[in-house]
């Protein structure tokens, strides 16, 4: 979404409210797409003493695979949005955003903020249990059902206290 800002440029005070939805479904991470639903961006951008400022957030469900147990759940993720906008620069700087034209790409900062914001690790609950490496049960469910296996370090001791 480009948003024309030269109707605030140079009226202090001013803003352009935004919200629209980006398709992100086609996204994927890791072998999963979970971003299902749009994202949802909202915002405005305003003029604060001839200082051009967008402030938003970019929030969406997300569906995840715990990397613990492997159980399915959703999560909401939510990212601001703070971008300093400007028409030239004097010398570099990342951290501001130059406009082509009067515009600027709403939808691209957006995207680009939301993509770089993904986890690479997904927990259904940060006391998440998970699975176990002998059984396969799901620990956070139901207890392990391996027999537990004696240190044969302590094998000569086990005899000993079974033959009496």
Known sequence: MRLNLQQIMHVPGASIPFAFQLDLSQEAF??????????????????VADV???????????????DRCMCRFSREK??????????TLEGEDDDIV??????????????TAFILDMDTKHLCSEDCKGLCPGCGVNLNQAPCRCKKQADPRWAALEQLLNKN
């Open 52 to 66: 051009l400022m967008l402030e938003g957030e970019a929030k969406s469900l997300l569906d995840y695979t715990c």
């Open 98 to 111: 130059l406009l082509d034209q009067g515009e600027v790409d709403v939808g691209e900062l957006a995207y």
């Open 78 to 87: 939510a990212v601001s949005l703070r971008f300093l906008l400007a028409e």
């Open 30 to 47: 890791f072998g999963e797409y979970p971003i299902s639903r749009p994202v949802t961006v909202t915002g405005h951008v305003k003029n």
